[in-house]
């Protein structure tokens, strides 16, 4: 059962972005979630902070209604005003450790990270990198991979 719905941890890493003067596009939005979810369940024993899946998209994962919200931007920073969602602390927190984390990496970096790690290489499979592609990365395998990465 995950804790929080998509859009409440959008709102907040956006709502977090702006009050910082950050901007944030849609694909860096991605990646920052991904990486929270998958943090998520490294650091909570495999719970989802996201019930969404995520698919391995050329330019990385991508939680397919969140792509839905925000196409509209394209390449372009999210402008839109929107209220910060009521999140448990415990939640807050782990968002706002991500944002440490991630929110300095610009969404070519994030990208290019994700690449590079297992989860979106074991979805992915043989296909070319340029290659349109919706398989779902396995959430077993994300949490199992950034969890042996917290223990190395």
Wanted: glycine share 4%; proline share 5%.
């Amino acid at each position: 059962m995950a804790v929080a719905t998509l859009n409440d941890v959008a709102d907040y890493l956006l709502c977090f972005a702006q009050e910082h003067g950050d901007i944030i596009t849609p694909l860096k939005l991605q990646k920052m979630i991904f990486y929270a979810d998958a943090w998520y369940m490294a650091l909570n024993d495999g719970a989802k902070l996201v019930p969404e899946r995520f698919e391995a998209w050329v330019h990385g994962p991508v939680a397919r209604d969140l792509y839905v919200r925000f196409a509209h931007y394209k390449w372009q920073p999210i402008t839109a005003e929107i209220p910060r969602p009521d999140l448990p602390a415990h939640i807050t927190k782990h968002l706002d450790e991500i944002y440490q984390v991630f929110g300095g990496y610009t969404a070519y970096e994030l990208e290019q990270l994700t690449h590079q790690e297992q989860p979106w290489i074991s979805a992915r499979g043989d296909l070319a990198v340029s290659a349109v592609c919706t398989h779902v990365l396995d959430k077993k395998e994300t949490a199992e991979f950034y969890r042996s990465m917290m223990e190395a």
